[in-house]
C-alpha cells in the first residue's frame, strides 16, 4: 500500500483492500430465518396499526409480519410488494427511525420497535431469490404512458401502469435505470448491486420498455411524448445542486456531494476512488452524512459535517447523526461557510458562527477555519429541466398541463424519500388509469 | 395458485375458513364485515326457541392464560347462546345470505330436547334460505344446567334422537357439533352418524377453570366474589381437538363422516393440520376475538402458499392426507431408532438442553469446554426433550440410524419393523407361546 489517511492531498488508497470491503459491507446485516422468527414474534398484530399509517405506502405491516411469523414469507412479500413495489431497497434505505419504526407500539412502550425494516428485507429477499414476480399484466388496454425518469417515482408508476395493461416506455437520462436508488444511496446501504437486480425483477412484470440516455428537453420534449403517448408522467428528481455562495467554491477540490456518492456507487474497486486527508462536508441531511460516513470509511484522516443552524434543525435523523459520529465523523453545527481558501486547490475553508435569531441566521462575527483538501457541498439539491408548461411553486413542480403528471423528488409534498417517490409514482399510475380508461375518480 | 373453493357437505365456500358460532358471529354488524374481511363462511351464535332471550352476567364472562409477551394462549368464557330476539337473529340472518350468496352461512341452534321445539325452530331457519343448521351439543355451561347443550352431547342416544328430528322436519344439510368433555368422542360421533348427521364439528369448548384469584380466594372470572366452570377454546385446546378429530377420522364407524374441524385454529398452519387429520374445513372463534377479522388474510395466503409448494391444486389433496399414519401405540415400529444431534453452528449456548437432559431425562448431553454442547449416542433414547425446549428451531434434530447400525446404548443393529404385539416383553406374546 503506497497511500494512508495521512497522505497529503486527494489520493486513493489509503487503506488496505480488505479494509474498505470490510467498510462497505452491508451495513445492517440481513436477518437470518431463525433471527426473522423471533423479530417477527414481537409484533403484536396492532389493529389500525400506527406503523401502517406511518409508512408513506402504507404496507400492512401486522399483516406482512404474521406471514413471516407463520414460515410464509413469500406471502410476505406480496402484501409489501401491493404497496410498494420497490419495498426491498425501502427496507433497506427508508429512515425506519423516522418512520413506521418510530411509532411502533413496542418503541414507544420499550424504546425497541419491532425490526420492521429489517423484516421487510428478509420477506422480499427470500421471495427474491426465489425468482418469484407475484404480479401478472392485465390484458392490454392499447394505451400508452411515457415515464420520464426511471428513478423509484417513475419505476413505482411503471410497474402499475404495466399490471394495469398500458403499455410503458420510460425515459432515462442516465445510463442505467434505478435514479437515486443506483446513484444516490450510500453503498453499504444497497450491497450486492441491489439496485440493479430489483430493477431486472421489476420488468418482469413486462410491457414496459427503457431506454436509457434519452434527456427530456434535450433529446425529447414534453409536446412530443405527448403527441406519442396517451399520458406522461415526469419523475425526473432533482437534477441541480445548491451552491455555497462563498467565495473560492470553484477551486480544485470542492465537489458536490451528489456527485461524490454517485460515483462512489459505480466504482466497482473502492481502492481506486481517490478521497481527500481532511475532508469538509457542508449540509445538515443525509446527502452530508452519507458524503462525511462514507469518506471516512475510505481512509480519510478527518472528516467534518459543518451545519449552519443547530443540531436539532439537522434533517438527518438522530440515528443518522449518531451514525456518522460513530463512524469517526465530526459535527460542527451554527456555523456558515464563508470563503474557500487556496491556491488553486482548496487548503481551507472559513466559517463564520452563526446565532438563529427571531430575524434569521444571524452571523455572531466569529470566525474559525478548518484544513480541507477536499469540500463536498451537501446544501439541497434542486429542480432543473422542469418543462415548458409546469407550474412552479416553491422551486418543484406544482400544476401541469392536461394529460402530464408528476411525483417523486421534483413535486413537493414528499420529503424527498424513496418511499414517499414510490407512494406517488403508484398513485399517480392510478390516476392515469383512471383517466384513461374513463372511470370517474 | 391454489384453489381455496371448498365444498362441505354440498355447502360450497371461497376458503375452508369459517367462523364458528360465537360472540363474532352474534350479529349482522360483525358477519358483513367478517365476509368483507374475507371469511368463508360462518356458524351464526346459536339461536334459542321463541320467547325472552337467555340472559348473560353483567360482570366479567371471560378467564384467560397467557404466555410470553402476554400472548394469549388459552380463553374461557361463561356467555350462554345469543341474548337477542330470535326474530332479530333470523332477520338478520336473511339480509345478510341474500348479499353474501358464495359465502357459507349456517345457523346453530340449541332448543329444549323435545321433537316440537326443533320442528318450530327449523321452519323459521329455512325461511332464511341458510345453507345449512349445527346443532350445539357442546356448550358446557348455563344451558347444560337447563338440559341443553353439553347435556343432550354427553349422551349419544339423544343425539341420534334429535338428529333425527332434524333430518325429518328440514331439508338442510345438518352438522352436529360435539362436546369434548367426554371421554371417548367416537360414541357421540356415531350417535350423530346414526341419527343421519351430514357432518359433525369439533370441538366445543372444555369445562374449565382458568385461574383463582388468591385474594379473594374466587374462581376466574369473578361476579360478585363467586366463579364457575366456563368453556376453554383457543391455542391451547387445540392439541385435544386434534385428536378427537383424528379418532373419528380413523375410527371404522365414522369413517369418511365429513368433519368441521374447531378448536384453536390460529394461523394457516394449524388449519392445514386439521385437514391432514381429516377435517373438510375449519371454524375459527378465539383468534378472531384476539386479533380480528383480518387474520383470515393470512390463513388464506399460507394455505394457498403451501398448497402451491406442495404441488396440491385444492384443498380436497390436503384433506385426509395424515389420517392413514396416525396408529395405535402398539403399531409403532420399535426398531425406529433416531439420536439427537446438536446443529453446533445454530446452537446460542443457553444450555436448556443439558439441564432437560441432565437433569429430568438420560444424562446424555455433554457440557464441552467453551459452553458447546454435544449429545452422546450412547446414552440418548431420543426422547426429544432437548428438541422441544431449545428456543432456537431446527438447531436440535432427530436423525435416524440407518438399517444394520449398532445403535451404540443398546449395542443392537438397528432391524426390520417390529412393534409391540410380537416384542418378547409383551407378556401377552409370552402367554401365547
Ligand atoms: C365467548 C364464546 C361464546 C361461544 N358461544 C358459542 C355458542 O353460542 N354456540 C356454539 O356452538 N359454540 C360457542 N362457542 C364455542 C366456539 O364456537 C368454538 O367451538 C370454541 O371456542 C373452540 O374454537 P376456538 O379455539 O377457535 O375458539 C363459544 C366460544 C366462546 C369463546
Ligand atoms: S406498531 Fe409495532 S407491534 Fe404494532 S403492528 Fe406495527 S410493528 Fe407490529
Ligand atoms: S371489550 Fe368492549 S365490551 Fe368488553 S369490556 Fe372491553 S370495552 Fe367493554
Redesign the interface.
Known sequence: MTNSPLTPGIVPSRLPADRIARHFADHTPPLDGHEALVAADRCYFCHDAPCVTACPTSIDIPLFIRQIATGTAESAATTIWTQNILGGMCARVCPTETLCEEVCVREVAEGKPVEIGRLQRFATDTAMARGLHPFVRAASTGKSVAVVGAGPAGLACAHRLAMHGHEVVVYERRAKAGGLNEYGIASYKSTGDFARREVDWLLQIGGITVKTGVELGRDVTLDGLLASHDAVFLGIGLGGVNSLRAPGEDKAGVADAVDFIAELRQTADLTTLPVGRDVVVIGGGMTAVDAAVQSKLLGAENVTIVYRRGQEKMSASGYEQDHATSAGVRIICNAAPVAVHGNGAVREVEFGYMADTPAGLQPTGETFRLKADQVFKAIGQTLTGAPEGATLEGGKIAALPARVWAGGDCTGGGEDLTVTAVAQGRDAAEDIHNVLMGVAG | MANLTTDFIGIKSPNPFWLASAPPTDKEYNVRRAFEAGWGGVVWKTLGSEGPPVVNVNGPRYGAIWGA?RRLLGLNNIELITDRPLEVNLREIKSVKRDYKDRAMIVSLMVPCDEESWKAILAHVEETEADGVELNFGCPHGMAERGMGSAVGQVPEYIEMVTRWVKQHSRMPCIVKLTPNISDIRKPAEAAKRGGADAVSLINTINSITSVNLDSFSPEPMIDGKGTHGGYCGPAVKPIALNMVAEIARSRETHGLPISGIGGVT???DAAEFMALGAGNVQVCTAAMT??F??V??MI??L???LDDKGMTSTADLVGRAVPNVTDWQYLNLNYVTKAQIDQD?CIKCGRCYAACEDTSHQAIAMLPGRMFEVMDDECVACNLCVNVCP??NCITMVEMPKGAVDPRTGDAVGDYANWTTHPNNPSVQAAE
Request: charged content about 30%.
Open positions: 409477551d394461523t394457516w398452519r386479533y380480528g383480518k387474520i388474510q393470512e395466503s399460507g394457498s402458499q403451501y445454530a432456537v428451531e
